[in-house]
């Protein structure tokens, strides 16, 4: 990944990335080519593993049992208008650009067909969504035999992290006037969640 040095985060924002992501997309080459599906994954620091699961007929999962596999996790991106630049009306030497928040995870990936422990992610995982909701749903809501049928439906992945690449493209390399235009101007797009990372990350 090129990283210019004004876009490289911190460990700790990349951890937070990790952390607060919602799904990310897998992929993985296998004899047909490049495989990839997009799933909920959690981060476990200890261990330094990504969990998800894939549905059971996607054949994805038969292949990528000990592949290397890259996961591309994103924040936030948005498109950022040269309009919103105090630097437009100084001099006009302004382009559009994307704002943007990602982190490529490489390593090697073990398939679970286990019901066990796929079911142990799978309370993981809707634990983890389900947080702060009034009346979180929890999975012994379901009628025991429906959910043993749904965990048959559906296989565990584990990537075990190797390295990760990350990139917060937030707009670092301008002013601090223009930084103040891509804050108004995503907040009144009504992009919320980009004008605060552009806030956070500010120089």
Known sequence: ??????????????????LRHRAAD??????????????????????????GHLARNNDHWRTADGAAALVIVR?????????WYATKAEHGRVVPTWNYVTAHVHGVLTV???????????????????????APWSVDDAPPKFYAGQLRAIVG???AIERIE???KLSQNRPAADVDGVIEGLRDAGD???????????R
């Not at 919320?192 to 500010?202: F, G, K, N, Q, T």
């Open 1 to 18: 990944m090129y990283v210019p040095s004004a876009f490289a985060p911190t460990d700790e924002a990349v951890r937070e990335l990790l």
């Open 166 to 168: 990350a990139k917060f």
């Open 157 to 159: 992945v584990e990537l």
């Open 26 to 51: 897998l992929v993985t080459a296998g004899p047909d080519g490049l495989a990839a599906t997009m799933l909920p994954l959690l981060y476990d620091e200890q261990r330094r593993t990504l969990r």
């Open 112 to 134: 679970h067909d286990d019901p066990e422990w796929v079911s142990d992610l799978v309370r993981a995982l809707t634990d983890r969504h389900e947080a702060g909701r009034p």
């Open 75 to 83: 924040g936030p991106d948005a498109y950022i208008s040269p309009s």
């Open 192 to 202: 919320p969640e980009s004008a605060a990372a552009v806030h956070d990350h500010r």
